[in-house]
């Protein structure tokens, strides 16, 4: 059955990670390390309350047992957790560098690529539809680079950096709260360190009263964020949590040209537009699988 509860968490979720560049904008002049390093830190004890909220201390336990028995499997969440760190660090890095555009653009194309990645590494079949999609997220890409002469490396960073990420994720077969959170307790000493080394540097600006009230803020705003995400897994069917994952980047790309005033001209279109019906192909590909994978089980249970 269908959980609207799920749905409107799910939605939040996107929402919340949506609004964030706009809040990271307001702490400027910091930079895109010192502002990851706090979110690191702001938001750990926010994953530890979604431990508690959903009665899991067991299930980390026994995680973060079975990973420190095991040097191979420790040194793959150690890799994950720096992969992660990059992209975590590029999301509060690009709204300080006027590059929103360009993360929206990179989470546009990224189911797309992880289509790609699950036909070349798990020899998943194209369904006509996911073919066709891809095909115009290629032409999307290439009227990018006959145009700028480039893809932006913050596209290109996010819509190649995620797959290998996932993948690695997928072979550790690791409870996905657990594993996030192994990641964050990873990253947490480089944290402390960079906040640390710049913390003179910083001075004049952490002594502004305006910035105890963001950080924080950007703290509640991403646990509040993973909270409503965990929370939109455990009661959504993963098709259709999947498909609201789509929300996202369309946020994102409201945002960046609404709220933080960057410029998209015409051109940009022969860009984007390819690219969005590749994303509408994918939804109506997804929402059709799961509508058939919901009418053969019903019709299991009748028979």
């Given at each position: 059955m269908?959980?609207?509860r ?6 939040s979720?996107s929402?919340?990670f949506s609004?964030m560049p706009?809040?990271v904008a307001?702490l400027?002049?910091?930079?895109g ?6 979110r690191?830190?702001l ?13 899991r201390w ?6 973060l ?8 499997l420790?040194?793959?969440?150690l ?5 992660l ?12 560098q006027?590059?929103m ?7 546009f194309?990224?189911p ?5 990645a ?5 020899k ?16 999307g890409?290439?009227?990018?680079l006959w145009?700028t ?6 596209t ?5 950096g995620?797959p290998?990420?996932?993948l690695l994720r ?6 996905s709260?657990s594993?996030?959170?192994?990641e964050?307790?990873a990253?947490?000493?480089v944290?402390?360190?960079?906040i640390?080394?710049?913390w ?6 952490l ?10 803020a ?5 646990a ?5 995400t965990?929370a ?11 498909i609201?994952?789509?929300?996202e ?5 409201a945002?960046?040209i609404?709220?933080?005033g960057?410029p998209?001209?015409a051109?940009g ?21 799961l509508r ?10 009748s028979?």
């Amino acid at each position: 059955m269908l959980s609207g509860r799920g749905v409107m968490l799910s939605v939040s979720a996107s929402v919340m990670f949506s609004v964030m560049p706009a809040l990271v904008a307001q702490l400027a002049p910091l930079s895109g390390l010192d502002v990851f390093a706090w979110r690191i830190l702001l938001t750990l004890p926010g994953t530890l309350v979604i431990v508690t909220a959903l009665r899991r201390w067991d299930v980390l336990s026994r995680t973060l047992s079975h990973v420190l028995h095991r040097p191979a499997l420790l040194g793959s969440v150690l890799l994950c957790a720096a992969m992660l760190a990059v992209q975590l660090w590029l999301f509060v890095w690009a709204p300080l560098q006027q590059r929103m555009l360009d993360v929206s653009l990179g989470y546009f194309l990224l189911p797309l690529t992880m289509v790609l990645a699950g036909r070349t590494f798990y020899k998943e079949r194209l369904s006509p539809l996911q073919t066709a999609a891809v095909v115009f997220a290629a032409f999307g890409v290439a009227h990018e680079l006959w145009v700028t002469r480039a893809l932006s490396w913050v596209t290109a960073l996010i819509m190649f950096g995620y797959p290998p990420y996932f993948l690695l994720r997928r072979r550790l077969h690791l409870d996905s709260l657990s594993g996030f959170i192994m990641e964050m307790l990873a990253m947490a000493p480089v944290a402390v360190f960079l906040i640390w080394s710049a913390w003179t540097h910083n001075a004049p600006v952490l002594a502004e009263p305006r910035v105890w009230f963001w950080l924080p803020a950007l703290g509640l705003l991403s646990a509040g964020a993973l909270a409503s995400t965990f929370a939109a897994a455990r009661l959504l069917p993963i098709g259709l949590y999947g498909i609201l994952g789509y929300v996202e980047p369309v946020l994102l790309f409201a945002v960046s040209i609404l709220l933080l005033g960057e410029p998209f001209t015409a051109q940009g279109l022969g860009t984007y537009v390819p690219i969005w019906i590749g994303v509408t192909l994918i939804v109506f590909d997804s929402v059709r699988t799961l509508r058939r994978q919901r009418a053969a089980r019903y019709t299991r249970e009748s028979l």
